[in-house]
Structure formats: C-alpha cells, structure tokens
C-alpha cells in the first residue's frame, strides 16, 4: 500500500464564501473528506503548509513547499500538492528545480471552482492527482482535467474552463480516466543519485514586455533593481532597433553584471534569436537563449540560478542547460 503527504497551500479549492469574495479556508484533514471513503491501495496523511490565494504566493513560499517535501521525504512514497491554479505553473517549476533528483512523485492539482461546490472539478482533480502519485514515477507533475503535465511544462490558458491548463511544446506525459491512467509517453527512470534539495533563490528578477513604443530610458530606471532581467521579445526573438534602439541599453545591462534572458511573447514554439536580423542583433552580446522554455519556468529557474552565482558565463551555462525536461534547444528540435 502506498503511502502519501498530501500537502495543502490554499487556492481555489479550498477556499469558501468570505465577505469580500472567495477566500482558501479549507484546511488539510477538511479536504481529505472530499475523497471517496473506500481507498484502494494508499493511506494518505495531510499537512497544511499555508492558506492562500496563489496570487499570493512568493519564491519564500515555494522553498517552504520543498522544505516540507524534504522534511517528510523519507516517511512517503509520494506527495500530493493542492494550490491555487493562477501560480501553479510557477510553483511546479519552481520546485522541479529545487527538488534535484528525486526519486518519488510530487504532483500538484488545484481546481477552478471550490471543492464543496455541488458543480466542482475540484473532486476529479483531487482524486487524479492521489492517483498518479501512487505510480512508480520520479519528478514534479501537474494534474488537471484528466490530464497529466510535466512541472516545467504547464501553463494556464484559461480562467475558467475545467481544462485550464495546458502542456507547452512538450507531450502530455498520461491522461487519466477514471481509474485508468494511460502513458503518452515514457517517463524518466527514478534517479539513482541521493535526492537533495536546493532553496537558495534570488527573487530580484525581473520580467518585462516588450510593445511598440517602449522608451530605452525605462532600462536605465530599472538597472539598479534586478540582478536578472527576462524579456519578452517579438516573435522568434526580435529586439527593435530603429527609431526607439533598446539594444544599447539591453549591452549597459549585460555590461553592469545583470543576466538578461530573450524569451517570446508568443505561447507555443520558443525564440529563435538567430533567424531574423532583428534578432541577431541581440544575440551578438551575451544573452540567455531560453529557447522553447515557458515563462513560468524561466523565472523561477532564473531565481534559483542566481541564488547559486553572479558569474554571466555559469549563469549562461546553467539557464541553457535542460532540466527537468524544461527545454529542447533548436538543433535537437531541428532533428525531430
């Protein structure tokens, strides 16, 4: 029989009616009563890390989640994450970086409507995600919709529907049914290196977008604030450079010791610096590829790299290098 922590952080489901609005309210052990009273192969105990709106959570939150996991991981076989939807992309991230080389599964679900509604998907989600962590899988996972996520690949789409979530440029890792659970592809071996953990993280991130019309002096105002700046450029990865150049200011930022990242505005496919003029430009200075990565993960991974150097070249080095199946870099996607 396995046995698994679930651990509760507030959102969606578990909030109820307050005077200003929905608010979480519904502890652990509360939630636990939601799921079916004959239990088929798990024993599951519960924790209540916090209680909040995801919309509240900080990078301090989600080294508490992995402390707790760290703290209980060897008395579980895996570990249940309820949490707010409009974060969870970041925090399963977060934590797929954090949480190096386990061996167990950590998923986390949430829902769109609260789990005492009499029309929820909060129960679906729920149960899903208890099912899935009693598989002989290793890594972090987003469960929602019957649907089963890779936790550097998840991204919300939708505010309201059920299917909320989506996988970005990387399969759907199964599809649950019921009590079916059906492999879309084949998930990575336990690790057999020790599980460890790693917090430090550097919040002095940045992410900004890019629009028609940005001043270049916004970057001299922001250049003493962050030590890590992501932007969000055009298409495959364009910076402007005519009429209003950002270029020369994005070299001060570089020159000053900030890490600056090249991401895309557009959802599905990833940057491509070097395809375009306006994005070779860019790329002749020492900027971060972020390839297919999405923005959810991008900046807590570049949080949790800065927490660990200041040194453009490791942070380089560290940002271009996959984990947790968080990017493919252009010449692999190339060969598919």
Not at 17 to 44: N, V
Not at 104 to 124: E, H, N, R
Request: aromatic fraction near 8%.
């Amino acid at each position: 029989m396995k046995k698994l922590l679930l651990l509760a952080t507030g959102g969606t489901i578990a909030s109820v009616e307050g005077k200003e609005g929905l608010t979480p309210g519904i502890s652990a052990d509360e939630l636990l009563r939601y799921l079916p009273e004959e239990q088929g192969g798990y024993h599951l105990e519960s924790k209540t890390v916090m209680n909040i709106d995801s919309t509240n959570m900080q990078p301090e939150y989600w080294a508490k989640i992995a402390e707790a996991i760290h703290e209980h991981y060897a008395d579980y076989d895996g570990f249940v994450i309820t949490h707010g939807t409009d974060t969870m992309g970041y925090t399963a991230a977060a934590l797929s970086y954090m949480l190096q080389n386990l061996g167990k599964p950590v998923v986390l679900t949430g829902s769109q409507v609260p789990i005492y509604f009499k029309k929820t998907d909060a129960k679906k989600n729920f149960i899903d995600a208890v099912r899935f962590a009693c598989e002989d899988v290793a890594g972090v996972f987003v469960v929602f919709d019957g649907r089963v996520i890779k936790g550097t690949r998840a991204v919300k789409m939708r505010t309201q529907s059920y299917d909320a979530f989506e996988s970005i440029n990387f399969p759907y890792v199964a599809y649950i049914n019921d009590t079916d659970i059906t492999y879309n592809m084949n998930v990575s071996a336990v690790s057999k290196r020790p599980f460890t953990i790693d917090t430090s993280l550097c919040p002095d991130v940045l992410l900004l977008k890019l629009y028609p019309g940005m001043q270049p002096e916004l970057f001299d105002a922001i250049k003493h604030l962050y030590k890590g700046i992501i932007i969000e450029s055009f298409g495959n990865g364009g910076i402007p450079h005519q009429e209003r150049n950002l270029l020369p200011k994005i070299k001060e930022l570089i020159d000053a010791g900030i890490a600056v990242v090249i991401t895309t505005q557009c959802i599905e496919e990833g940057e491509h610096l070097t395809l375009y003029e306006v994005g070779r430009k860019v790329a002749q200075n020492m900027i971060i590829h972020s390839h297919d990565m999405n923005t959810e993960a991008i900046v807590p991974k570049l949080m949790w790299v800065l927490g660990k150097t200041n040194d453009l070249t490791e942070v380089k080095r560290m940002m271009e290098t996959p984990i947790s199946d968080d990017m493919l870099v252009k010449s692999e996607i190339e060969e598919e």
